[in-house]
Nanobody, 115 residues
Framework: QVQLAESGGGLVQPGGSLRLSCAAS????????MSWYRQAPGKEREWVAT???????RYADSVKGRFTISRDNAKNTMYLQMNSLKPEDTAVYYC?????????WGQGTQVTASS
């Protein structure tokens, strides 16, 4: 059974940091491009960052320089290190796995940057 489980969300003050994790099971993690998306209240889901099977990375302009995506294939886990968080980063964060036409999504973890 395929599963993507996000964790690490929470409440943090603006300027603070969080590290999200996405634990994968039920498929060959190393063969999949992995991404983070987020959805704020009343807004559409938006792409945040991607790390492909060769570990090259891409970021949305809104998070470039503040967020770092990484993966540990031995642990079947992807990470998102989020620094200098802003109130506009508040959203539910989702991980996604893609290989060809196969796409899997996690259930999301809430991140709130507020004083």
């Amino acid at each position: 059974q395929v599963q993507l489980a996000e964790s690490g969300g929470g409440l943090v003050q603006p300027g603070g940091s969080l590290r999200l994790s996405c634990a994968a099971s039920g498929f060959t993690f190393s063969n999949y491009a992995m991404s983070w998306y987020r959805q704020a209240p009343g807004k559409e889901r938006e792409w945040v960052a991607t790390i492909n099977t060769g570990r090259s990375t891409r970021y949305a302009d809104s998070v470039k320089g503040r967020f770092t995506i990484s993966r540990d294939n031995a642990k079947n886990t992807m990470y998102l290190q989020m620094n200098s968080l802003k109130p506009e980063d508040t959203a539910v964060y989702y991980c996604r796995a893609v290989q060809g036409i196969r796409t899997y999504w996690g259930q999301g973890t809430q991140v709130t940057a507020s004083s």
